[in-house]
Protein backbone atom coordinates (compact mmCIF):
# COMPACT_ATOMS: atom_id res chain seq x y z
CA UNK A 1 0.00 0.00 0.00
CA UNK A 2 2.76 2.21 0.72
CA UNK A 3 2.11 4.35 2.94
CA UNK A 4 4.67 6.42 4.51
CA UNK A 5 6.64 5.90 8.00
CA UNK A 6 9.42 8.96 7.52
CA UNK A 7 8.39 10.88 10.48
CA UNK A 8 8.04 7.45 12.46
CA UNK A 9 11.66 6.61 11.24
CA UNK A 10 13.40 10.02 11.73
CA UNK A 11 11.83 9.65 15.42
CA UNK A 12 13.22 6.37 16.29
CA UNK A 13 16.61 8.12 14.99
CA UNK A 14 16.45 10.94 17.32
CA UNK A 15 15.48 8.65 20.71
CA UNK A 16 17.98 6.27 19.74
CA UNK A 17 20.21 8.78 20.58
CA UNK A 18 19.01 9.05 24.77
CA UNK A 19 16.61 6.05 24.74
CA UNK A 20 18.24 2.56 24.49
CA UNK A 21 16.89 1.40 21.47
CA UNK A 22 14.71 4.49 21.65
CA UNK A 23 11.33 3.56 23.71
CA UNK A 24 10.81 3.76 27.09
CA UNK A 25 9.61 -0.52 27.41
CA UNK A 26 11.75 -2.83 25.73
CA UNK A 27 8.67 -4.23 24.46
CA UNK A 28 7.75 -1.42 22.49
CA UNK A 29 10.83 -2.05 20.51
CA UNK A 30 9.93 -3.77 17.18
CA UNK A 31 12.96 -3.48 15.39
CA UNK A 32 14.39 -0.83 12.79
CA UNK A 33 12.25 1.14 10.64
CA UNK A 34 9.24 -0.65 12.06
CA UNK A 35 8.74 0.44 15.36
CA UNK A 36 5.73 2.53 15.57
CA UNK A 37 6.10 6.12 16.99
CA UNK A 38 2.40 7.31 18.34
CA UNK A 39 0.39 10.75 17.92
CA UNK A 40 -2.37 10.61 19.25
CA UNK A 41 -5.66 7.89 20.04
CA UNK A 42 -8.75 8.30 20.24
CA UNK A 43 -11.94 5.56 20.81
CA UNK A 44 -10.41 2.51 19.11
CA UNK A 45 -8.27 4.50 16.22
CA UNK A 46 -4.59 4.99 17.30
CA UNK A 47 -2.64 7.66 14.65
CA UNK A 48 1.29 7.10 14.09
CA UNK A 49 3.46 9.77 13.91
CA UNK A 50 2.71 10.27 10.07
CA UNK A 51 -0.80 10.60 10.76
CA UNK A 52 -1.72 6.77 9.57
CA UNK A 53 -4.77 5.61 11.13
CA UNK A 54 -4.93 2.32 12.84
CA UNK A 55 -7.95 0.25 14.11
CA UNK A 56 -5.65 -0.63 17.70
CA UNK A 57 -6.17 -3.94 19.08
CA UNK A 58 -3.24 -3.70 21.04
CA UNK A 59 -4.68 -0.87 23.33
CA UNK A 60 -1.89 0.10 25.35
CA UNK A 61 -1.00 -3.71 25.89
CA UNK A 62 -4.93 -3.79 27.43
CA UNK A 63 -5.41 -1.18 29.92
CA UNK A 64 -8.19 0.51 27.31
CA UNK A 65 -11.57 -0.99 27.96
CA UNK A 66 -13.74 2.19 26.98
CA UNK A 67 -12.12 3.40 24.19
CA UNK A 68 -8.87 6.08 23.91
CA UNK A 69 -9.39 9.35 25.49
CA UNK A 70 -12.97 8.29 26.65
CA UNK A 71 -15.31 11.76 27.41
CA UNK A 72 -16.68 10.74 30.57
CA UNK A 73 -13.22 9.56 32.21
CA UNK A 74 -11.39 12.60 30.97
CA UNK A 75 -13.91 14.88 32.46
CA UNK A 76 -14.01 13.38 35.19
CA UNK A 77 -9.98 13.47 35.43
CA UNK A 78 -9.65 17.35 34.38
CA UNK A 79 -12.13 18.36 37.30
CA UNK A 80 -10.55 16.00 39.67
CA UNK A 81 -6.82 17.80 39.25
CA UNK A 82 -7.87 21.03 38.81
CA UNK A 83 -8.26 20.43 42.72
CA UNK A 84 -5.02 19.03 42.80
CA UNK A 85 -3.13 16.10 41.27
CA UNK A 86 -1.21 14.42 44.28
CA UNK A 87 -2.08 14.87 48.38
CA UNK A 88 -0.37 11.57 49.33
CA UNK A 89 -2.95 11.55 52.09
CA UNK A 90 -6.31 10.02 52.03
CA UNK A 91 -9.18 11.22 50.25
CA UNK A 92 -13.06 9.91 49.65
CA UNK A 93 -12.92 9.03 46.06
CA UNK A 94 -10.16 6.45 46.61
CA UNK A 95 -12.25 4.80 49.27
CA UNK A 96 -14.90 4.95 46.75
CA UNK A 97 -13.13 3.38 44.42
CA UNK A 98 -11.52 0.14 46.97
CA UNK A 99 -15.62 -0.23 47.12
CA UNK A 100 -16.18 -0.69 43.93
CA UNK A 101 -13.45 -3.07 43.35
CA UNK A 102 -14.51 -5.21 46.54
CA UNK A 103 -18.03 -5.10 45.36
CA UNK A 104 -17.05 -5.70 41.55
CA UNK A 105 -14.48 -8.83 42.81
CA UNK A 106 -16.04 -11.68 44.36
CA UNK A 107 -13.49 -13.04 46.66
CA UNK A 108 -11.90 -9.57 47.10
CA UNK A 109 -12.56 -7.92 50.93
CA UNK A 110 -10.07 -5.28 51.37
CA UNK A 111 -7.55 -3.07 48.87
CA UNK A 112 -4.25 -1.28 47.96
CA UNK A 113 -3.53 0.57 45.71
CA UNK A 114 -0.27 1.12 43.52
CA UNK A 115 0.80 2.79 40.16
CA UNK A 116 1.43 0.12 37.80
CA UNK A 117 0.78 -4.01 37.87
CA UNK A 118 4.56 -4.94 38.54
CA UNK A 119 4.59 -3.13 42.21
CA UNK A 120 0.79 -4.84 42.42
CA UNK A 121 2.64 -8.08 42.00
CA UNK A 122 5.77 -7.43 44.21
CA UNK A 123 3.09 -6.11 47.17
CA UNK A 124 1.02 -9.51 46.91
CA UNK A 125 4.69 -11.98 47.15
CA UNK A 126 5.34 -9.82 50.35
CA UNK A 127 2.27 -10.12 51.60
CA UNK A 128 2.06 -13.87 50.76
CA UNK A 129 5.59 -14.47 52.33
CA UNK A 130 4.65 -12.24 55.65
CA UNK A 131 1.65 -14.21 56.00
CA UNK A 132 2.73 -17.50 55.42
CA UNK A 133 6.23 -16.96 56.78
CA UNK A 134 7.72 -18.88 53.88
CA UNK A 135 10.19 -17.70 50.92
CA UNK A 136 9.10 -20.04 47.78
CA UNK A 137 7.18 -18.73 45.37
CA UNK A 138 5.68 -21.27 42.53
CA UNK A 139 4.65 -19.34 39.01
CA UNK A 140 4.19 -20.98 35.33
CA UNK A 141 6.22 -21.05 32.24
CA UNK A 142 5.19 -18.24 30.04
CA UNK A 143 3.24 -15.96 32.85
CA UNK A 144 4.55 -12.65 33.16
CA UNK A 145 4.05 -10.65 36.21
CA UNK A 146 5.72 -7.62 35.54
CA UNK A 147 9.42 -7.01 35.62
CA UNK A 148 10.19 -6.79 39.11
CA UNK A 149 13.29 -9.03 40.09
CA UNK A 150 11.42 -11.91 41.76
CA UNK A 151 8.94 -13.04 38.85
CA UNK A 152 11.22 -12.54 36.19
CA UNK A 153 11.71 -16.20 35.23
CA UNK A 154 10.31 -18.73 32.22
CA UNK A 155 8.59 -16.01 30.95
CA UNK A 156 9.60 -15.50 26.76
CA UNK A 157 12.36 -17.96 26.82
CA UNK A 158 12.34 -20.53 24.11
CA UNK A 159 11.45 -23.92 25.95
CA UNK A 160 14.02 -26.30 25.01
CA UNK A 161 15.76 -24.15 27.77
CA UNK A 162 13.01 -24.84 30.24
CA UNK A 163 14.57 -28.40 31.00
CA UNK A 164 11.92 -31.78 31.08
CA UNK A 165 8.51 -31.24 32.43
CA UNK A 166 9.16 -33.41 34.98
CA UNK A 167 12.61 -31.35 36.30
CA UNK A 168 12.02 -27.72 34.96
CA UNK A 169 14.41 -25.27 35.15
CA UNK A 170 13.94 -21.71 36.09
CA UNK A 171 15.68 -19.12 33.16
CA UNK A 172 16.12 -15.83 34.17
CA UNK A 173 14.64 -13.10 31.49
CA UNK A 174 17.33 -10.59 32.22
CA UNK A 175 20.77 -10.08 33.17
CA UNK A 176 21.10 -8.50 36.64
CA UNK A 177 18.78 -10.54 38.59
CA UNK A 178 20.46 -11.37 41.79
CA UNK A 179 21.55 -15.37 42.03
CA UNK A 180 19.59 -15.75 45.34
CA UNK A 181 16.13 -15.03 43.73
CA UNK A 182 17.18 -18.59 41.90
CA UNK A 183 16.79 -20.70 45.10
CA UNK A 184 13.14 -18.44 45.75
CA UNK A 185 11.09 -19.31 42.97
CA UNK A 186 9.96 -22.97 41.14
CA UNK A 187 8.76 -22.51 37.71
CA UNK A 188 5.99 -25.23 35.86
CA UNK A 189 4.42 -25.86 33.11
CA UNK A 190 1.07 -24.14 32.94
CA UNK A 191 -2.06 -26.69 32.99
CA UNK A 192 0.56 -29.89 34.47
CA UNK A 193 -1.88 -31.25 37.14
CA UNK A 194 0.93 -33.40 38.06
CA UNK A 195 3.76 -31.74 37.90
CA UNK A 196 2.60 -29.52 40.12
CA UNK A 197 1.41 -32.39 42.53
CA UNK A 198 4.93 -33.69 42.61
CA UNK A 199 6.57 -30.18 42.95
CA UNK A 200 4.18 -29.92 46.00
CA UNK A 201 5.19 -32.98 47.39
CA UNK A 202 9.27 -31.73 47.33
CA UNK A 203 8.74 -27.88 48.35
CA UNK A 204 4.91 -27.20 49.45
CA UNK A 205 5.88 -26.82 53.23
CA UNK A 206 8.25 -24.49 52.34
CA UNK A 207 5.99 -22.45 49.55
CA UNK A 208 4.34 -19.07 50.49
CA UNK A 209 2.43 -18.40 47.02
CA UNK A 210 1.88 -19.74 43.67
CA UNK A 211 1.03 -17.37 41.70
CA UNK A 212 -0.65 -17.71 37.90
CA UNK A 213 -2.25 -15.78 35.50
CA UNK A 214 -5.62 -16.92 34.95
CA UNK A 215 -5.43 -17.18 31.38
CA UNK A 216 -1.65 -17.00 30.06
CA UNK A 217 -2.83 -13.76 28.44
CA UNK A 218 1.28 -13.28 27.72
CA UNK A 219 1.58 -16.40 25.72
CA UNK A 220 -0.96 -16.43 23.33
CA UNK A 221 -4.43 -16.59 25.53
CA UNK A 222 -3.84 -20.22 26.44
CA UNK A 223 -6.60 -20.96 28.75
CA UNK A 224 -6.93 -23.14 32.00
CA UNK A 225 -8.01 -26.66 31.16
CA UNK A 226 -11.36 -27.38 33.15
CA UNK A 227 -10.32 -27.69 36.87
CA UNK A 228 -6.76 -26.86 36.80
CA UNK A 229 -7.35 -23.66 38.94
CA UNK A 230 -9.68 -25.10 40.92
CA UNK A 231 -6.82 -27.75 41.44
CA UNK A 232 -4.70 -24.90 42.27
CA UNK A 233 -6.51 -23.70 45.19
CA UNK A 234 -7.26 -27.46 46.48
CA UNK A 235 -3.48 -27.35 46.92
CA UNK A 236 -2.90 -24.77 48.06
CA UNK A 237 -5.40 -24.91 50.96
CA UNK A 238 -3.95 -28.32 51.76
CA UNK A 239 -0.35 -26.93 52.05
CA UNK A 240 -1.24 -23.47 53.66
CA UNK A 241 -0.12 -21.75 50.69
CA UNK A 242 -1.90 -18.74 49.77
CA UNK A 243 -3.11 -18.65 45.99
CA UNK A 244 -2.57 -15.08 44.18
CA UNK A 245 -4.22 -14.53 41.15
CA UNK A 246 -2.99 -11.80 38.69
CA UNK A 247 -5.96 -10.65 37.05
CA UNK A 248 -3.54 -7.92 35.58
CA UNK A 249 -4.94 -8.24 32.80
CA UNK A 250 -8.35 -10.00 33.08
CA UNK A 251 -9.40 -7.73 35.57
CA UNK A 252 -12.65 -5.52 34.43
CA UNK A 253 -12.15 -6.71 31.01
CA UNK A 254 -13.51 -10.78 30.40
CA UNK A 255 -16.09 -9.51 33.08
CA UNK A 256 -17.15 -7.70 35.89
CA UNK A 257 -15.47 -9.37 38.85
CA UNK A 258 -12.50 -10.95 36.17
CA UNK A 259 -11.47 -13.80 36.04
CA UNK A 260 -12.54 -14.75 39.99
CA UNK A 261 -15.98 -14.54 38.26
CA UNK A 262 -15.40 -16.21 35.37
CA UNK A 263 -13.97 -19.51 36.80
CA UNK A 264 -15.59 -19.18 40.37
CA UNK A 265 -12.48 -18.75 41.97
CA UNK A 266 -11.92 -17.90 45.34
CA UNK A 267 -7.97 -16.97 45.61
CA UNK A 268 -6.85 -15.60 48.19
CA UNK A 269 -4.74 -12.46 46.51
CA UNK A 270 -5.39 -10.37 43.56
CA UNK A 271 -3.55 -8.39 41.58
CA UNK A 272 -5.40 -5.95 39.27
CA UNK A 273 -4.01 -2.69 36.92
CA UNK A 274 -4.83 -2.16 33.03
CA UNK A 275 -8.65 -2.29 32.74
CA UNK A 276 -9.03 -1.05 36.12
CA UNK A 277 -8.46 2.93 34.91
CA UNK A 278 -8.54 2.99 30.99
CA UNK A 279 -5.45 3.79 30.58
CA UNK A 280 -4.75 6.21 33.65
CA UNK A 281 -1.37 4.52 36.16
CA UNK A 282 -3.45 2.75 38.75
CA UNK A 283 -3.19 -0.49 40.55
CA UNK A 284 -4.27 -2.69 43.23
CA UNK A 285 -3.56 -5.82 45.46
CA UNK A 286 -6.45 -7.31 47.75
CA UNK A 287 -7.28 -9.81 48.93
CA UNK A 288 -9.14 -11.63 51.92
CA UNK A 289 -9.42 -9.79 55.27
CA UNK A 290 -7.40 -11.49 57.57
CA UNK A 291 -4.34 -11.57 54.67
CA UNK A 292 -4.55 -8.12 53.91
CA UNK A 293 -4.48 -6.97 57.41
CA UNK A 294 -0.71 -7.69 57.94
CA UNK A 295 -0.29 -4.40 55.99
CA UNK A 296 0.75 -1.87 58.54
CA UNK A 297 1.38 -4.08 61.12
CA UNK A 298 4.46 -5.07 60.80
CA UNK A 299 4.28 -5.60 56.54
CA UNK A 300 5.15 -2.67 54.23
CA UNK A 301 3.49 -1.42 51.60
CA UNK A 302 3.53 2.43 49.77
CA UNK A 303 4.31 4.37 47.78
CA UNK A 304 4.03 8.34 46.76
CA UNK A 305 2.11 7.73 44.05
CA UNK A 306 -0.09 5.06 44.89
CA UNK A 307 -3.62 7.26 45.11
CA UNK A 308 -2.42 9.48 42.09
CA UNK A 309 -5.32 11.53 41.57
CA UNK A 310 -5.78 10.83 37.32
CA UNK A 311 -5.33 7.13 37.93
CA UNK A 312 -8.28 7.09 40.93
CA UNK A 313 -10.48 9.63 39.26
CA UNK A 314 -10.10 7.62 36.49
CA UNK A 315 -10.94 4.01 37.96
CA UNK A 316 -13.77 6.13 39.76
CA UNK A 317 -15.37 6.42 36.30
CA UNK A 318 -14.13 3.29 34.39
CA UNK A 319 -15.73 1.34 36.83
CA UNK A 320 -18.85 3.09 37.83
CA UNK A 321 -19.59 2.37 33.65
CA UNK A 322 -17.85 -1.06 33.74
CA UNK A 323 -21.24 -1.40 36.45
CA UNK A 324 -24.42 0.08 34.96
CA UNK A 325 -23.66 -0.34 31.16
CA UNK A 326 -23.28 -3.42 29.01
CA UNK A 327 -19.82 -2.46 28.19
CA UNK A 328 -17.92 -6.25 28.45
CA UNK A 329 -21.31 -7.73 27.24
CA UNK A 330 -21.05 -5.60 23.91
CA UNK A 331 -17.19 -6.35 23.84
CA UNK A 332 -17.64 -9.53 24.50
CA UNK A 333 -20.57 -10.14 21.27
CA UNK A 334 -18.20 -8.08 18.75
CA UNK A 335 -14.94 -9.74 19.79
CA UNK A 336 -16.58 -13.39 18.95
CA UNK A 337 -17.97 -12.12 15.63
CA UNK A 338 -14.01 -11.16 15.24
CA UNK A 339 -13.02 -14.40 16.59
CA UNK A 340 -15.21 -16.12 14.03
CA UNK A 341 -14.30 -14.12 11.19
CA UNK A 342 -11.05 -14.72 11.47
CA UNK A 343 -12.07 -18.58 11.66
CA UNK A 344 -13.61 -18.47 8.62
CA UNK A 345 -11.19 -16.43 6.75
CA UNK A 346 -8.55 -18.70 7.80
CA UNK A 347 -10.44 -22.10 7.14
CA UNK A 348 -11.43 -20.91 3.77
CA UNK A 349 -7.66 -20.23 2.90
CA UNK A 350 -6.61 -23.88 3.88
CA UNK A 351 -5.13 -21.78 7.33
CA UNK A 352 -4.74 -24.62 10.13
CA UNK A 353 -5.60 -21.66 13.44
CA UNK A 354 -6.26 -22.72 16.74
CA UNK A 355 -8.22 -19.95 18.68
CA UNK A 356 -7.70 -19.56 22.41
CA UNK A 357 -8.75 -16.83 24.88
CA UNK A 358 -12.03 -14.81 25.92
CA UNK A 359 -13.48 -12.79 23.03
CA UNK A 360 -12.26 -9.16 24.82
CA UNK A 361 -8.60 -10.51 24.91
CA UNK A 362 -8.04 -13.44 22.24
CA UNK A 363 -5.24 -15.03 20.24
CA UNK A 364 -4.70 -17.42 17.22
CA UNK A 365 -1.79 -19.61 16.84
CA UNK A 366 -0.93 -20.86 13.06
CA UNK A 367 0.11 -25.38 12.71
CA UNK A 368 -0.94 -26.24 16.29
CA UNK A 369 -4.19 -28.00 17.36
CA UNK A 370 -3.87 -27.95 20.97
CA UNK A 371 -2.18 -25.84 23.18
CA UNK A 372 -2.30 -25.72 26.72
CA UNK A 373 1.24 -24.51 27.81
CA UNK A 374 4.13 -22.68 26.37
CA UNK A 375 6.06 -25.53 25.10
CA UNK A 376 3.42 -26.46 22.88
CA UNK A 377 2.57 -23.07 21.85
CA UNK A 378 6.37 -22.57 21.04
CA UNK A 379 5.92 -25.05 17.96
CA UNK A 380 3.33 -22.70 16.66
CA UNK A 381 4.06 -20.74 13.24
CA UNK A 382 5.31 -17.93 14.49
CA UNK A 383 6.64 -16.52 11.21
CA UNK A 384 3.67 -16.46 9.19
CA UNK A 385 1.48 -15.05 12.08
CA UNK A 386 3.86 -12.15 11.87
CA UNK A 387 3.80 -11.54 8.16
CA UNK A 388 0.16 -11.70 8.46
CA UNK A 389 0.46 -9.16 11.35
CA UNK A 390 2.83 -6.89 9.13
CA UNK A 391 0.75 -7.11 6.51
CA UNK A 392 -2.57 -6.12 8.78
CA UNK A 393 -0.36 -3.15 10.21
CA UNK A 394 0.24 -2.18 6.44
CA UNK A 395 -3.37 -2.37 5.73
CA UNK A 396 -4.53 -0.23 9.11
CA UNK A 397 -5.11 -2.61 11.48
CA UNK A 398 -2.85 -3.12 14.59
CA UNK A 399 -2.65 -5.64 16.81
CA UNK A 400 1.05 -6.07 18.26
CA UNK A 401 4.09 -7.52 17.08
CA UNK A 402 4.28 -9.93 19.27
CA UNK A 403 2.65 -12.94 18.43
CA UNK A 404 2.27 -13.74 22.29
CA UNK A 405 0.14 -10.42 23.10
CA UNK A 406 -3.82 -11.25 22.80
CA UNK A 407 -5.89 -9.13 20.32
CA UNK A 408 -7.38 -6.26 22.61
CA UNK A 409 -10.95 -5.27 21.93
CA UNK A 410 -12.69 -1.93 23.23
CA UNK A 411 -16.11 -0.34 23.59
CA UNK A 412 -15.47 2.05 21.43
CA UNK A 413 -14.68 -0.62 18.73
CA UNK A 414 -17.91 -0.37 16.28
CA UNK A 415 -19.73 -3.39 14.11
CA UNK A 416 -18.07 -1.22 11.21
CA UNK A 417 -14.39 -1.68 12.41
CA UNK A 418 -14.98 -5.41 12.81
CA UNK A 419 -16.37 -5.58 9.01
CA UNK A 420 -13.42 -3.57 8.08
CA UNK A 421 -10.57 -5.55 10.10
CA UNK A 422 -12.37 -8.56 8.64
CA UNK A 423 -11.99 -7.19 4.87
CA UNK A 424 -8.14 -6.21 5.79
CA UNK A 425 -7.23 -9.81 7.01
CA UNK A 426 -8.75 -11.46 4.04
CA UNK A 427 -6.71 -9.38 2.09
CA UNK A 428 -3.96 -10.04 4.28
CA UNK A 429 -3.82 -13.83 3.74
CA UNK A 430 -4.44 -13.20 0.05
CA UNK A 431 -1.24 -11.75 -0.43
CA UNK A 432 0.71 -13.58 2.42
CA UNK A 433 1.19 -16.91 1.85
CA UNK A 434 2.38 -19.23 4.37
C1 LIG B 1 -0.44 -10.45 34.06
C2 LIG B 1 0.43 -9.25 34.25
N1 LIG B 1 0.90 -8.96 35.46
C3 LIG B 1 1.67 -7.88 35.68
C4 LIG B 1 2.01 -7.03 34.65
C5 LIG B 1 2.86 -5.83 34.91
O1 LIG B 1 2.09 -4.67 34.81
P1 LIG B 1 2.77 -3.26 34.51
O2 LIG B 1 3.24 -3.28 33.10
O3 LIG B 1 1.67 -2.28 34.77
O4 LIG B 1 3.88 -3.10 35.49
C6 LIG B 1 1.54 -7.30 33.37
C7 LIG B 1 1.89 -6.42 32.23
O5 LIG B 1 1.64 -6.69 31.10
C8 LIG B 1 0.74 -8.44 33.16
O6 LIG B 1 0.26 -8.75 31.95
Given at each position: MGISHAKSIALQRRAQQLLPLGVNSNFRYWGEGITPYVQKAKGGYLWDADGNRYIDYRLAFGPIILGHADPDVNARVHAEIDQGSLFAMTSELEVAVAEKIVAMCPAMEMVRFATSGTEATMHALRIARAYTGREKIIKFEGNYHGFQDYLLFSTYAPSEVYGSRSSPVPIPSS???????????????FNDFEALERTLRRVGHETAAIITEPVQDNCGAIEPLPGFLEFIRQKCDEYGILFILDEVKTGFRIARGGAQEVYNLKPDL??????????YPLAAVAGKRDIMNVVGRGVAQGGTFNNNKPGVAAAFVTLEKLQSEPILETIARRGRRLMEGLHGIFEAAGLQASFRGHPAMFSYAFGVEQVTCQREWDASDRDYYLRLVDAAIERGVMPDHDPREPWYLCYAHSESDIDETLNVMADGVRVVRR
Open positions: SGLPACLHALVVTLPATYAKSLANG
